[in-house]
């Protein structure tokens, strides 16, 4: 059964780049079915979809992170990526990697498999 | 970016009571809402996809409803592992925005 299960810093300080990475487990991420996302979610608040990633590279990111984000894949290690550059307190937050399974490939169109999170706190 | 409102934004229920949940869009989405269940320090579950198509596993209590920009989810008869907080998201158009939240609390 797949598995999605992310890692990185706990802490990052203001300013500096936050990173994280997602692997897969128990099935491939080279699969022309899914996309795979980033999603996060400030203590109390609501959640925010940061953008996604083919296996093939193409990227979507949400236009409210600017150029600050950047998902990357690497299909020989099974895992996809996410860097935000100069953050602030405004960007602590859980983090979530999750698959999106396409409509037109007998997908959900939805966000259909998700990790357990993982919590950054940007703090000096 | 299409803009989901959700309504009301805190719900007070009992067990067992009919709770409806709704979510506007700030333009057409056509089905692509999907709704899911989150519960405190844990990842959201997928319930509903493509507007009202049960997701495999999610009781049967849950149904969706809607198209274009109106859309709700209804819980027919509460139980105690329902109370939690609800997420609408589109799927239409990028970003694939959420909605802000219902949080469903024990009356």
């Known amino acids: 059964q797949l598995q999605l299960q992310e890692s990185g810093p706990g802490l990052v300080k203001p300013a500096e780049t936050l990173s994280l990475t997602c692997s897969v487990s128990?099935?491939?991420?080279?699969?022309?079915?899914?996309?795979w996302a980033w999603i996060r979610q400030p203590p109390g608040k609501g959640l925010e979809w940061i953008g996604f990633?083919?296996?093939?590279?193409?990227?979507y990111y949400s236009p409210s992170l600017g150029s600050r984000v950047t998902i990357s894949v690497d299909t020989s290690k099974n895992q996809f990526s996410v860097r935000l550059t100069s953050v602030t307190a405004a960007d602590t937050a859980l983090y979530f990697c999750?698959?999106?399974?396409?409509?037109?490939?007998?997908?959900?169109?939805?966000?259909?498999?998700w990790g357990r999170g993982t919590m950054v706190a940007v703090s000096p | 970016d299409i803009q989901l409102t959700q309504s009301p934004s805190f719900v007070s229920a009992s067990v067992g009571d009919r709770v409806t949940i709704s979510c506007q869009a700030s333009?057409?989405?056509?089905?692509?809402l999907a709704w899911y269940q989150q519960k405190p320090g844990k990842a959201p579950n997928l319930l509903i996809y493509?507007?009202?198509t049960l997701e495999s596993g999610v009781p049967s209590r849950f149904s969706g409803s809607g198209s274009g920009t109106d859309f709700s989810l209804t819980i027919s008869s509460l139980q105690p592992e329902d109370f939690a907080t609800y997420y609408c998201?589109?799927?239409?158009?990028?970003?694939?925005?959420f909605g802000g939240g219902t949080k469903v609390e024990i009356k």
């Open positions: 990633i083919y296996y093939t590279g193409t990227t």
């Open positions: 493509a507007a009202s």
């Open positions: 333009q057409d989405v056509r089905n692509w």
């Open positions: 998201q589109q799927a239409n158009d990028l970003p694939h925005t």
């Open positions: 999750a698959r999106f399974s396409k409509w037109e490939l007998g997908g959900r169109s939805a966000l259909d498999l």
């Open positions: 128990g099935g491939s991420l080279s699969s022309p079915s899914h996309y």
